[in-house]
């Protein structure tokens, strides 16, 4: 029996920084699939913040008010997750 690996390049890649972040993180991607959607949510999977995208490049994102702890940033693209990214709010 054989199986076969899906060995197809990553359609997005996201960098998160600062990261800690205090007041804001800026996400870069680069994607060759339209990444439709910037979400980020805590871990218990509630969304944070939700913004449509145009195009690659850079995207600050406000963490003012939100609690200390680690947060999922994800790339969406046609309902499909296509990368993503941890992040850690730290207050002052």
Known sequence: VFASINEEAPVAAAHVYPNPAIDEFTIEFTATADVDRIEVLDLSGRIMHSI?????GPTAISTRGWANGSYLV????KGSIVA???VIVTGR
Do not use: C, Y
């Open 74 to 77: 994800r790339l969406v693209s």
């Open 84 to 86: 993503g990214a941890r």
């Open 52 to 56: 449509p995208t145009m195009a690659a």
